[in-house]
Structures are given as C-alpha cells and as structure tokens.
C-alpha cells in the first residue's frame, strides 16, 4: 500500500465530491483537482467519494481511476480519503474495498446490497466479511434516504462491539435524531457517527455527539462555519446559518435533485465548467426552481459573509 495517513478515527468535515465530466461525458480530473484544492484550502478535513459523486454511474475502471487519482492527491496533501466501495455481493464488496485501500483511501465506505430484500443476518455477514478484510475504517452507510431499507440499530451495534473503533456509522433512515441517539446507546455512546444529511440534521446531530459530517461540496463554507461555531460552543451562530442553508436544501428531495442543484451551484462559484450528470437523470432543475435556488443561496453566503459574483 501507498504511504498515505491513516487515521485511527475519522472526525470533522468530510464533503462528498461532485464529480465532473467533459462534454464527452469522461470524468474531467483537472476540475476534480480544482474543486478538491478549494475544499482543502476553506479548511475541509478530508474528501470523500460517495452516492452524490455518481458512483453507482460509473464503471469498475472509472471508480479505480477516481480512487487513484483521489488516493495520490490525499496521500500528498496529507489529508483523509473516504472511498465508497458498496456493491451487491460480498465477494465484489471485498474487492473493492482492498482495492480502495491499495490505492491511498484511508477509509472506506459501503452501502449493502439494494437489489432485493435482505434478512439481517446476511447484511451483517456482508459487513462482517468487509470489515475483517480491511485494515482502515469503514464506514456503515445506512442510504435507505435514497436506495434500500434502513439497517437495524441492533444489527449496527454488534458490528461496532466486534470491531471497534474502526467501525464507523452514517445513518440516513428517519427518524434521524432519535435513531441517531438510539445507536449511541446500544454503543454505550462509543458509537463514531457522521451527518448524512447535507446539514439538515447537523445542530441536531451535533448535540447528540456526532464525530463530523459528509456534506455538499457546493456549499461546505457555511457547513465548515457551523462545525466550527458549535465545536466553540457558539450555537446561536449556527442557527443564524441554518435557516437559509435548510431553505437551499429542503429544494433537494432526491439523489438527482441533490446532483443537479450542487453542480449548478459549483458552476456559479466558478468551480466547475458545466452541470453534466451521467444519465438518465430523475431530476433536472427548471427556471423556476433555479432562480429559488439561486435566491437562497445567496442569501446563505450573505449570512456566512462570503462574496458571490452575480448571475451574468
């Protein structure tokens, strides 16, 4: 394996990349150098590579490429690297993630198998077997807010007491909060847990002992503020943050909302060159809904003091 850092605990603000593809539709590297270098440089804590960069569009090839390309970069920039490694067996799932974890990730993680119904038993199997083949952290993504049924606390915790501290949770399934609170106890509050959400659930998710968050790229400036203010003890800031930030994200229902709306987004901060997403899309934003999301964001950089050029 790479030298990279390999850290024993993820922790802090871990923004999922959107991934950028050229008009030919191939994945655009030099945009994702750009827009990793400007999450790193506002203070991200790390990269990640999830549902919102498209990784269920892309092929067996492309995802290696991506791993790679990411594992070089977080390898020199000394920073954490979250591969998502998901898939439906156990024998690909394994693959993959002593793939990711050759190729510089300092973390993995997986969403379990969405094409049928599982018993409990053989998604625990999936994770046990995973878990054990690796020497970094995994993440266990319950994604049931966008694909599948949500992962059962219980069957969570056992993984966490065979593990340990290498076991790592992102729980997507509603009631958020309370589940949230309900894994920690099963735990006895060991549990290391990250907000999904895109900030929607953060204050919440924060007072109940979060150890960080996976948003947006788009908007991460005003995730990294909120982080900041409340790790200071300053929850009145991040309320005044909150209410525009869930004004842009309460437009984002779906996983190609999310896509559609980011991208746009990173177009306007000069970040990207263009919004293409691998289709078919489920979402696509019309004028309407663009010039809502274009309102609330700028009313969340002028909360969060950040300079946006207009609109041309």
């Known amino acids: 394996m790479i030298d990279s850092i390999t850290p024993s605990r993820l922790n802090g603000v ?14 655009d590297f030099e945009t994702l150098a750009g827009e990793a270098a400007w999450l790193l440089e506002m203070g991200a804590d790390g990269l990640v590579v ?9 092929s067996d090839a492309e995802r290696n490429e991506l791993c790679s390309f990411l594992g070089d970069l977080a390898t020199r920039e000394r920073t954490q690297f979250v591969m998502s490694v998901g898939a439906e067996s156990t024998h690909i799932v394994v693959e993959n993630g002593l793939r990711a974890e050759s190729l510089g990730a300092t973390a ?30 995994v993440v266990v993504q319950d994604a ?68 960080g968050t ?9 995730i990294l503020l909120m982080w900041k203010a409340m790790q200071a003890g300053d929850f009145p800031t991040a309320y005044r ?9 309460t437009i984002q229902t779906s996983l190609d909302s999310f896509l559609a709306v980011e991208k746009h987004l990173l177009v306007r901060q000069g970040i990207f060159k263009n919004t293409h997403c691998r289709g078919p899309v489920g979402y696509v934003l019309d004028p309407i809904t663009t010039l809502e999301v274009d ?17 041309l």
Not at 52 to 57: D, F, G, K, T
Not at 181 to 197: H, P, Q, V
Not at 295 to 307: P, T
Request: proline share 8%; hydrophobic share 45%; aromatic share 6%.
């Open 144 to 211: 049931s807010g966008y694909v599948g049924t949500p992962l059962s606390v219980s069957m969570m915790a056992r993984l966490r007491t065979g593990f340990g501290e290498r076991v790592v949770f992102k729980p997507e399934a509603t009631p958020i909060g309370p589940r949230l609170s309900e894994l920690k106890d099963a735990t006895g509050g060991l549990a290391d847990i990250f907000e999904g959400t895109g900030g929607i659930s953060l204050i919440d998710s924060v007072r109940r002992g979060i150890a």
């Open 241 to 249: 943050i909150q209410g525009p930030l869930l004004s842009l994200l």
């Open 108 to 137: 993995v993680m997986a969403i379990p198998p969405i094409a049928v119904a599982l018993g409990e038993s053989e998604v625990f199997g999936y994770y046990e077997t995973l878990i054990a083949a690796l020497s970094i952290p």
């Open 50 to 58: 999830g549902m919102v960069s498209e990784v269920l569009r892309l």
């Open 14 to 27: 871990l923004p999922v990349l959107q991934t950028p593809f050229t008009d030919k539709g191939e994945i």
């Open 295 to 311: 309102r609330a964001f700028a009313s969340l950089a002028d909360v969060c003091d950040r300079v946006i050029e207009p609109v």
């Open 214 to 222: 996976m948003p947006g790229a788009d908007v991460c400036w005003s």
